[in-house]
C-alpha cells in the first residue's frame, strides 16, 4: 500500500510541470473544430466568445482548370486567415448547399433541396448544443446566396438559442485600392465564375491546384440563350448562359490579383468577427421578437 501511495505521489509530482504549463494559458488553441481536443473544445468556445464560423462551400465544376472545392478551399483559407487575427472556432469542411444547376457535370455533389436545407439547420442546433451562442456564415458559393438569406430569415419561425450573423462586407474604398488597379488590367467579361478573380484567388490560396495550361480548353463566353424573357427570373438561367460552368477567361488570372483579394477579404472578415462579438443587440431583439410572437394580441396597436 505504502508503495502504491509513493508511486502515486512520483506520478502526481511528475506532473505538475505539465499541469503549470497547460495551466500559463493556452496561447495557440487550435481554430478547426476537428484539430480541438475535447478539454480544449471547452476553452475554445469561451475563447472565441462563444463565435463558430461555417465556411460554406460547395464541390461544383470550375471551368477545366481549377479544383471541384474551389469554393471551400478558397472561404477557408480566407476564414482560417482572419481568425488568426480575431479567434473564433472554424466548423469542418462544409460543402452541402445549393448546386442543382451543375447536376450534369462530372464530379458534383448535389444533394437534395430538403437535405441541404436540413444539414444546415441541425448543423446550427448542434454548434448551439455545443456552446455557441453566435454563428458566422461566410458564403463562398454564389449559388448559396439566396439559400442563406432565407435560411437567416426562417430562423425566426421558432425559438432559438443562438444568432445566425452572414458576413456581408462593406467595401471600404482605401483597402480596395490595390484589388480596384488590378481589376482595371483584366479585360471585360473575363472574370467571372472559375474566370480570371477566381482563379487569381486560387493561384495565391493553392497555385499546386490551378492548371491555367487547360484554361482555354473550354469556352467561357456567356451563350446568352435567353434574350427572349428580358423580364424573367427562371430557374434554369445559369445553365442557358454558362452550361460550361466557367464564365469569363482564366488566362488573365494572376497571383497578385489574388492575394490583394485574400488580403481585402480577411481584413473586412476580421473587422466582422469584432463586431460580432460585440453586438449585444441581435440576442436582444431576438429574445424579445420570440417572446412577443408567443402572443402577438398583446403587442402594441
Ligand atoms: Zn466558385
Redesign the pocket.
Known amino acids: 500500500m505504502k508503495t502504491q501511495i509513493t508511486i502515486a505521489c512520483l506520478i502526481l509530482l511528475s506532473l505538475i510541470p505539465f499541469s503549470r504549463q497547460a495551466s500559463a494559458g493556452e496561447p495557440n488553441l487550435p481554430a478547426k473544430w476537428e484539430e480541438l481536443t475535447a478539454p480544449n473544445f471547452v476553452k475554445a468556445v469561451s475563447q472565441s466568445g462563444k463565435v463558430c464560423i461555417i465556411p460554406l462551400g460547395i464541390i461544383?465544376k470550375?471551368g477545366p482548370h481549377m479544383p471541384l472545392g474551389?469554393?471551400l478551399i478558397?472561404v477557408r483559407a480566407q476564414v482560417l486567415n482572419a481568425v488568426k487575427e480575431e479567434y473564433a472556432v472554424v466548423f469542418p469542411e462544409y460543402y452541402m448547399g445549393q448546386i442543382n444547376e451543375a447536376r450534369h457535370q462530372p464530379g458534383v455533389l448535389a444533394y437534395s433541396p430538403d437535405l441541404v436545407w436540413k444539414m444546415l439547420q441541425e448543423t446550427c442546433n448542434e454548434i448551439s448544443r455545443n456552446g455557441f451562442e453566435k454563428i458566422i456564415f461566410v458564403n463562398?458559393?454564389?449559388g448559396n446566396n439566396d439559400l442563406v438569406k432565407y435560411f437567416c430569415m426562417s430562423q425566426l419561425s421558432e425559438k432559438r438559442n443562438y444568432a445566425i450573423y452572414l458576413f456581408q462586407p462593406k467595401t471600404d474604398p482605401n483597402e480596395h485600392k490595390k484589388v480596384e488597379e488590378l481589376m482595371k488590367k483584366l479585360p471585360p467579361s473575363t472574370g467571372e465564375?472559375?474566370g480570371a478573380q477566381?482563379t487569381s484567388y486560387m493561384m495565391a490560396v493553392r497555385p499546386d491546384l490551378v492548371k491555367l495550361d487547360k484554361a482555354s480548353t473550354q469556352s467561357g463566353d456567356d451563350l446568352n440563350r435567353l434574350v427572349n424573357l428580358p423580364n424573367t427570373y427562371t430557374g434554369i438561367w445559369w445553365y442557358a448562359k454558362f452550361p460550361n460552368h466557367y464564365a469569363g477567361d482564366a488566362k488573365f488570372a494572376t497571383a497578385e490579383l489574388g492575394r490583394a483579394m485574400l488580403e481585402e477579404d480577411t481584413k473586412q472578415l476580421v473587422r466582422m468577427i469584432r463586431e460580432v462579438k460585440a453586438d449585444k443587440k441581435v440576442p436582444e431583439l431576438q429574445k424579445q421578437f420570440y417572446e412577443a410572437s408567443q402572443h402577438p394580441i398583446d403587442t402594441k396597436q
Open positions: 461544383e470550375h474551389t469554393d478558397d463562398g458559393h454564389g465564375h472559375a477566381e
